[in-house]
């Protein structure tokens, strides 16, 4: 696409206005000038139709991020022409906004490599690109444009923050029951269907004789407990939204270490907008949670009796605590964990067999984590 610029519009229009007035009042010279500024502004419209002598191929690594994280674009620029050198501009279109992209002065058959970061402030999804080269021509009066690349997506998920990890002993003993199971890791606490592979010495025969089908015990083991976190994604919990991309990476910091360190887990919103069970690849859940957004609605807090293990209620300061400390309270261990902003330091309290946590930062608030909580 070609078209003059500001500066070449000015050019052409001035050229007729005078081109104009020195034929009418019969002035040569301010005829002769409004001529020249015309044919100015031709020539400069003339020098970019000709396609620029570059090869040009752009790409963007990685395509998936951490918030803040580094997401690098790639411009490589070589020149095939023989004389002049080529000035060109670049602009790569990041989230629908225009990001500029600094080209140095191209010399005759030389190459160069561009590396240009991409934004990554917003958790989602990215669109990245088109990109665009813009070759300015004579005198900066006109310019033309080549789209380069397609569009891609870079999904940008929430930032891991060290844990130090999760109380331990704290599994129950049956499904619904409320005791603890402090040691060892023979107490039933659940029976399940066999599949080709279990160990034939977990099978639970008194059950299996009586159904006709073959069953495998599920033991307690105190050094593995469940976790379940239950973001609040509700609007009216998160005044700022700034305190709720701090509550998703609360959430995201303490799923991703209990499932590194071989716990079941689960993620759960409080609208209902997500339920994701986690044993072993944290992938699809940080996904999920980059997408996760603020809902509206009175949601539901529910979290399932046999993820009751160490229950993680992750809100904020506009929520109401009554319902959030009933829900957590139902489990061996639970911990309600507040961002707020507006508080100058963390803090903790223990309301009955709860510990609500509150800090200005998720980092405030898993540092009293790895404090009180963390054994």
Not at 107 to 129: D, F, K, M, N, Q
């Amino acid at each position: 696409m070609i078209r003059l610029t500001w500066r070449g519009t000015g050019a052409l229009v001035l050229g007729v206005a005078l081109t104009g007035l020195g034929l009418w009042w019969r002035y040569p010279g301010v005829a002769g000038l409004g001529l020249a500024l015309v044919g100015l502004a031709v020539a400069g419209v003339v020098s970019v139709v000709v396609p620029a002598p570059v090869r040009a191929y752009r790409s963007v690594r990685p395509r998936t991020v951490h918030r803040l994280g580094t997401c690098t674009g790639t411009l490589e620029l070589t020149s095939t022409a023989r004389r002049p050198p080529v000035r060109l501009d670049a602009v790569e279109s990041v989230g629908g906004e225009p990001v500029p992209v600094a080209v140095p002065l191209l010399a005759a058959r030389a190459g160069t490599t561009v590396e240009y970061p991409i934004p990554t402030a917003r958790r989602g999804v990215l669109r990245v690109g088109p990109l665009e080269l813009r070759r300015h021509g004579l005198a900066g009066l006109a310019a033309s444009r080549a789209v380069l690349g397609d569009a891609v997506d870079v999904r940008v998920v929430p930032r891991v923050l060290p844990v130090r990890g999760l109380p331990s002993g704290v599994r129950r003993g049956q499904v619904g029951a409320d005791e603890r199971v402090e040691r060892g890791g023979t107490d039933l606490v659940g029976l399940r269907e066999y599949v080709p592979g279990d160990d034939l010495r977990r099978l639970h025969w008194a059950t299996s004789a009586r159904t006709g089908t073959l069953m495998i015990r599920e033991d307690a083991d105190p050094a593995r407990p469940h976790l379940a976190v239950l973001l609040d994604d509700r609007v009216t919990s998160h005044p700022d939204a700034d305190g709720f991309e701090d509550a998703v990476e609360l959430a995201a910091s303490l799923l991703t270490t209990a499932v590194g360190a071989g716990h079941p887990a689960r993620l759960l919103a409080a609208s209902g907008a997500v339920d994701v069970e986690v044993d072993g690849d944290t992938d699809h859940v940080l996904a999920a949670l980059a997408d996760v957004g603020l809902a509206g609605g009175a949601g539901a807090l529910s979290v399932p009796v046999r993820d009751l293990d160490v229950v993680a209620v992750v809100s904020g300061p506009g929520a109401e605590q009554a319902p959030l400390l009933l829900e957590a309270g139902r489990a061996s261990v639970g911990v309600v964990m507040v961002v707020d902003r507006s508080v100058d330091a963390p803090s903790f309290a223990a309301v009955g067999t709860v510990l609500v946590l509150t800090g200005p930062r998720a980092e405030d608030v898993l540092s009293l984590w790895d404090t009180v909580v963390a054994r």
